[in-house]
């Protein structure tokens, strides 16, 4: 599950480490509001307006505007909400900011601009062990750095039962270029930061930029969180503020089936069960020419109904011009994935032919097979992922030739 910046924030602050001062808007007039409070507390000329989605990349598409005056923060506000944000890590249509962040300009204390540092923490689970990743040179060209300047870029792995050392954040602090009159502020935030990551289960807990002030205190500018949703009972206060809104449809609808479901840009729809057949499914969509319109996941135990509603959420996608099932009967039986097809199908618009690959092997194989192939519907039964492949790499052909 996502968390907003508001509320990743909110989270930080409870475990004592300082954060910009901020209020939540929703309108201009809101905004405004917002405004006046914190320029009264804060006495500085400018303030961040900072749009609430879930995606990096808002600055360079607009989303981070800075405000000197209530007039301005009227206007710029007006035209950040209701507006799609369409950055690097958004469809082409972007995200509907609804809600916006009043943010005190930590910059404008500065005498000199601020020293500007990466950090992320995160589960590595190919060495079953959380990760630190960080950079002397954070901010909104990290993306970038990565590609260019990899070298430029730390690590430091942290044994699970061990949990965070003191030499390995002093061996941080001395990468990152931190000296002896900040260490001490860092090391506090650090074992702070790791508390949080550990307590709320996050999968990701990202500060870029993090700040070092003029005046040696450490400080976390943008944040974003990522909570386990499997540990969402143990926080139900943000499971509760889980926002959905910011879901494509077919997301949503996926999201209330508790089905794993994520919406991709392409031509050919997915069924599958299991994660690592879904990724190797999703090669092959791409080694055959086409392009993966979703990744979904049914798991291991779906029964007829989830099956059905599953293959109707494909349907719902006007881009897949084809759609492949790549099914393994082992807990799911084969039949009861060919009734889930076929009820789904015979619900939908008669005039919608959308042919389908399917490939089912274990149990009650055969069975589905003949009920397949006795629906007369434009659904092709496949024994292998080459097979299926091929056909699908015929279908698509046919479908540009026409």
């Not at 060209?141 to 690590?155: A, G, H, M, Q, V």
Request: glycine fraction near 6%; proline fraction near 3%; charge should be neutral.
């Amino acid at each position: 599950m996502n968390l907003h910046e508001y509320q990743g924030r909110e989270i930080l602050n409870s475990f004592s480490i300082q954060v910009p001062y901020g209020i939540l808007a929703s309108s201009p007039e809101e905004a405004v509001e917002a405004a006046k409070i914190i320029f009264k507390r804060t006495e500085k000329k400018s303030l961040v307006i900072k749009a609430q989605i879930h995606a990096g990349g808002r600055g360079k598409a607009g989303g981070i505007q800075i405000a000197k005056t209530l007039d301005e923060v009227y206007e710029k506000s007006k035209n950040i909400l209701g507006k799609f944000l369409v950055t690097p890590q958004t469809s082409k249509k972007g995200k509907l900011v609804r809600k916006i962040l009043l943010s005190e300009d930590i910059y404008s204390y500065e005498l000199t601009p601020p020293k500007e540092y990466y950090l992320s923490i995160l589960l590595n689970r190919d060495i079953e062990k959380n990760m630190i990743i960080y950079s002397k040179e954070g901010g909104i060209n990290i993306e970038d750095l990565s590609k260019k300047k990899p070298d430029k870029i730390y690590t430091e792995e942290i044994d699970p039962v061990l949990g965070l050392q003191l030499f390995q954040i002093r061996k941080i602090a001395f990468n990152l270029g931190m000296n002896n009159d900040s260490l001490k502020n860092f090391i506090s935030f650090l074992i702070s930061l790791y508390e949080v990551y550990i307590n709320f289960d996050a999968l990701l807990l990202e500060i870029n930029p993090l700040i070092k002030t003029f005046d040696k205190k450490i400080i976390p500018v943008d944040i974003k969180i990522v909570l386990d949703d499997n540990a969402l009972f143990r926080h139900k206060k943000y499971s509760i503020m889980d926002d959905q809104e910011d879901l494509d449809l077919l997301e949503k609808e996926a999201y209330k089936a508790n089905l794993n479901f994520l919406k991709l840009e392409g031509n050919v729809g997915c069924m599958v069960n299991g994660a690592g057949l879904a990724m190797a499914t999703m090669d092959m969509i791409k080694f055959c020419g086409g392009k993966p319109a979703n990744f979904l996941d049914i798991g291991g135990s779906a029964d007829k109904e989830r099956v059905e509603k599953a293959f109707s959420l494909i349907l719902m996608d006007k881009s897949v011009k084809t759609i492949l099932i790549n099914i393994f009967g082992g807990i799911v039986r084969c039949d009861t994935v060919a009734k889930g097809i076929i009820n789904s199908y015979s619900k939908i618009d008669h005039d919608i032919k959308i042919p389908v690959v399917v490939r089912l092997q274990g149990t009650n194989e055969e069975i589905a097979k003949k009920m397949l192939q006795n629906s007369f519907l434009p659904i092709y039964s496949t024994d292998t992922l080459k097979d299926a492949a091929d056909k699908i790499q015929e279908i698509l052909q046919i479908d540009a030739y026409e």
